[in-house]
């Protein structure tokens, strides 16, 4: 009797960014929070175990919507727009299609990752660095790789293999320095631990339009952000319990290594700290 051979597990990661990782102008100077530049950046990882599912059911609410005369003349549903049109995105979909996306993604068995830093911090950081080193000169991409190294710290390890799909930044190809940060952190780890992984990891570099998971990743990202730049905190309540967990790394009131955020140990508004303006 032949034995059928075990399938390989494969876990599937969606990865986006809210705010930006930009500090400083062309003169060098500090920008953050002035216009179109954020006062944190935030890196988000969702787990989905079944993205086809998921991409059946958004695009069935999709077709559904854009054939809803409620919604005829909303400028984001005109096709030439490229917005809801195309794909769900957070910041262009008008609220009564945000609460139509809520209610899906928590039907399904989703799980949120996320680490958030305070950009004000990371410029200390950046100026402490160059007395230093009066040849160091920071780069966006060092905090997203940075940030990319804690995120999938201790989550490429237990799987066969890991599709990791990175919503893609500027024109610049990038996979193989992400590659390179997530094999670094993995390997990291399995010293510290003394562990032995022969994982696979695959890195797909993607756009909204062709990845259902980065279009709910962005909706779980648009949620923090708006409590951590607007101090809105209805958004993540609602999504919380696809929630798993949030580094705000920069929060170091009672340690060094920051908060990290729970199951057991909600985010809410209350619990961060104050900031100058918000």
Known sequence: MKVKEQESSV?????????????????????????????????????????????????????????????????????????TALAFHAKDDVPEVRKEIFSLLLRHDL??????????????????????????????????????????????????????????RGKADRTVALINALVTTRNRFLQQHKRVSRSAIEVIPGVLVNHSGLQAVDYFL??????YERREERYVTLLWPAFSLVHDRDDTRQADYGVYYTKEKPLRLAALKTLPGI
């Open 111 to 168: 799980h949120f990752f996320a680490v958030v830093r305070d950009k004000s911090k990371v410029v200390d950081y950046v100026r402490q660095r160059g007395k230093r080193d009066p040849a160091y000169h920071y780069h966006p991409n060092e905090l997203y790789d940075y940030l990319v190294r804690l995120l999938f710290k201790t989550r490429l390890h237990q799987e066969d293999r890991y599709r990791i799909t990175f919503a893609t």
């Open 11 to 83: 876990r599937h990661y969606f990865v986006d960014e809210a705010g930006d990782a930009v500090l400083f102008d062309k003169h060098g100077r500090v920008i953050i929070g002035q216009e179109g530049c954020s006062r944190f950046f935030i890196l988000g990882m969702l787990d989905v175990p079944n993205p086809e599912a998921l991409g059946r059911e958004l695009e069935a609410l999709r077709v559904k919507l854009l054939a809803d005369p409620y919604f005829k003349g909303v400028p984001s549903f005109q096709p030439e727009a490229g917005k």
């Open 222 to 227: 648009w949620a923090l952000q708006r409590l």
